[in-house]
T-cell receptor, first 114, second 117 residues
């Protein structure tokens, strides 16, 4: 099992450009999450999908959109990138319902917006 | 609202020293889960341990041990006889145990542990 995979690993964008970060998991998990990690701020939740067909805003959703394409895949889109979106983005998944609540993370995407 | 505080931003120790990473949390929930994750220099997040709010037994796994004290809302992590490979950022996290809400994780800001040879 590959676990949680993310593409791309690195990306540089110019202000105003758009892009989609891809995430897929092969653990048959129902819930999927997108976080951003900024220095000194831990990880903050952007959006999540408790189950296929549902998405909800997290703590810092502004400037992002998500799509739960199917049970395996959960993408994050930046429509018009801004320098404030320079960050490391992590996708995660967990079993839902039931399970024990820990989330498993992908390797991250390092995004720089100039 | 939930909150996790890791007051130690950086800790530096010499190999073989014991080190404790502090974690204090706030929640109104009676049922919740606490976690520790490790982020080595390579950047991935590695799940270390989960503890639910009804289980206050301490846990030991090799050189790692965790002390959960509900009375002080703390979930501290001790590494015994630290090694250079323990150098990483360690995150404490809290999750509500409500299945209908997606059970989001609230992270602390992380503690950078450096173990020097």
């Amino acid at each position: 099992n590959a676990g949680v995979t993310q593409t791309p690993k690195f990306q540089v964008l110019k202000t105003g450009q758009s892009m989609t970060l891809q995430c897929a998991q092969d653990m048959n998990h129902n819930s999927m999450y997108w976080y951003r990690q900024d220095p000194g701020m831990g990880l903050r939740l952007i959006y999540y999908s408790a189950s296929e067909g549902t998405t909800d805003k997290g703590e810092v959703p502004n400037g992002y959109n998500v799509s739960r394409l199917n049970k395996r895949e959960f993408s994050l889109r930046l429509e018009s990138a801004a320098p404030s979106q320079t960050s490391v983005y992590f996708c995660a998944s967990r079993i839902y319902p039931a399970g024990t609540y820990e989330q498993y993370f992908g390797p991250g995407t390092r995004l720089t917006v100039t | 609202a939930q909150k996790v505080t890791q007051a130690q931003t950086e800790i530096s120790v010499v190999e073989k020293e014991d080190v404790t990473l502090d974690c204090v949390y706030e929640t109104r929930d009676t049922t919740y889960y606490l976690f520790w994750y490790k982020q080595p220099p390579s950047g991935e997040l590695v799940f270390l341990i989960r503890r639910n709010s009804f289980d206050e037994q301490n846990e030991i796994s090799g050189r790692y041990s965790w002390n959960f004290q509900k009375s002080t809302s703390s979930f501290n992590f001790t590494i015994t006889a630290s090694q250079v490979v323990d150098s990483a950022v360690y995150f404490c996290a809290l999750s509500e145990a409500v299945e209908t809400s997606g059970s989001r994780l609230t992270f602390g800001e992380g503690t950078q542990l450096t173990v020097n040879p």
